[in-house]
C-alpha cells in the first residue's frame, strides 16, 4: 500500500481501496517458510503476505506459513509481528519455476511496535461542512475528538501491522467504519470521512472554511517558534531569500555557518553548543519528522530537498531544544525540514 491511503467514506460501512495483489489463477507458485527469533525459537501469528497486502497469512504454532497463488514475476515476501523488526525479500518467480519454494527459515530481531500519523477531516456527507466533536477510535480505543474544522491528528500512534479499523462516531450521524492496511513502519495516512443524516440545526452556529490538512499538520511548528527557541524559516522567508537552493536558505541565520567544501561541495556548521569541544559540523536532520542524518554524518542537503517544496525549517544550535528532537548527539545541532 502507499504510504499515504486517502479514504472516502460515506452512508454505510466502507473499505480502503486495496492495492492489487498479484494473486491470480493460472501457473501460479506457493512459498512456504518458518519464522523464528534470533535464539531459533517459532514466532506464532506472525503475519506473512507478498507485495502490499492485505491478501496475508499467520504462522501457526510452529512458525511456518505458506502462501499460495502467486504469479511469475517479482514480488516482495514480507513477514511482520509486533515487538520484532519488520523483514521484507524480493523474491523472482520464472514460469518454469517449481511450483513450490522453501525460503527457510525467516529471523527477526527485535524491535518496536510498529507506529504511524492519522490525519483525517470528518463532514457531514462527502463535501459537506466540517463537524465538530465526532468521536475517533482506533481498532476499538478512543483515541481522539475532531475539532471546530472537523480535523483529527493522531502523530505517532501505535498501531497493529496488517489490518485496522478507524470508526467515527457522532450522536446526530451513522457511524462510518474504514479498514486499512499498515505495511511498512512511520507510515502517514490522511482520511476523509462523509457522516450520513442531516444533522439538526442548532441557531448561532457560525461554520468557518475548515483549513487545510497541511495547515493541520504545520500547527506544531508555528506553537514551537511562540516559544522562542531556536530560529525558523518560512517558505515566504524563504520567497524573499530568493535562495536558488536549500543551503543558500540558511545563509546569515544565528548559529548556522554555511562553507563550500566537504564530500558534498558545501556543508553546514552549528555553532558550539555548551559542553562540546569543537564546533560541530553535520547536525541531526529530520524531514519531516523522521530522522534522515544522525550526528556525525554528512549529507547533500541541496540534492535531498529542494527550497521551492519547503514550508517550514527549524533550526537548534544551542542546548535548549523541543524534546520531540531532543536524541543522543543532538548537542550538535538540528535541522528540521518539513516540506509542502
Known amino acids: 500500500m502507499n504510504a499515504l491511503c486517502r479514504s472516502f467514506l460515506a452512508l454505510a460501512v466502507v473499505s480502503c481501496l486495496w492495492p492489487s495483489v498479484a494473486f491470480a489463477q493460472g501457473a501460479t507458485k506457493t512459498v512456504v517458510g518458518t519464522v523464528v527469533d534470533s535464539d531459533g525459537r517459532p514466532i506464532r501469528g506472525a503475519i506473512v503476505f507478498m507485495d502490499e497486502g492485505p491478501s496475508s497469512v499467520t504462522t501457526g504454532a510452529v512458525g511456518a506459513f505458506g502462501l499460495e497463488g502467486i504469479t511469475p514475476g517479482e514480488h516482495t515476501l514480507n513477514v511482520r509481528m509486533a515487538g520484532f523488526t519488520p523483514r521484507s525479500f524480493r523474491l523472482m518467480f520464472a514460469a518454469d519455476d517449481p511450483e513450490r519454494r522453501d525460503v527457510g527459515g525467516i529471523m527477526l530481531e527485535a524491535g518496536p511496535d510498529p507506529r ?11 463535501g459537506g461542512g466540517p463537524i465538530a466533536n465526532a468521536v475517533v477510535e482506533l481498532n476499538g480505543t478512543r483515541v481522539a475528538l475532531t475539532d471546530e474544522d472537523g480535523i483529527f491528528l493522531l502523530p505517532d500512534i501505535a498501531i497493529a501491522w496488517g489490518p485496522n479499523q478507524l ?25 476523509y470521512v462523509g457522516l450520513d443524516v442531516e444533522p439538526i440545526e442548532l441557531s448561532g452556529i457560525v461554520v468557518e472554511t475548515p483549513a487545510t490538512l497541511n495547515e493541520i499538520r504545520m500547527r506544531p511548528f508555528y506553537e514551537r517558534r511562540e516559544k522562542g527557541i531556536g530560529h525558523f524559516i518560512t517558505h515566504d522567508d524563504i520567497v524573499e531569500r530568493d535562495a536558488r537552493n536549500f543551503t543558500n536558505a540558511l545563509r546569515g541565520i544565528p548559529g548556522v555557518r554555511v562553507e563550500f567544501g566537504g564530500r558534498y561541495g558545501v556543508q553546514v556548521f552549528m555553532t558550539r553548543s555548551p559542553g562540546t569541544r569543537n564546533q560541530c559540523p553535520s547536525p541531526v536532520i529530520y524531514l519531516d519528522g523522521m530522522l534522515i542524518v544522525d550526528n556525525g554524518e554528512e549529507i547533500d542537503l ?33 535541522i528540521a525540514i518539513w516540506t509542502r
Do not use: K
Open 167 to 191: 470508526e467515527v462516531h457522532h450522536l446526530q450521524f451513522n457511524d462510518v467504519v474504514d479498514e486499512f492496511w499498515i505495511a511498512n513502519p512511520d507510515q502517514t495516512l490522511e482520511f
Open 116 to 126: 504511524a500519523t492519522l490525519l483525517g477531516q470528518v463532514t457531514g456527507g462527502l
Open 302 to 334: 541541496n540534492a535531498l530537498v529542494d527550497p521551492e517544496a519547503v514550508e517550514g525549517v527549524e533550526l537548534y544550535s544551542g542546548v535548549s531544544m523541543p524534546i520531540e528532537f531532543n536524541r543522543s548527539g543532538s548537542t550538535c545541532g538540528i
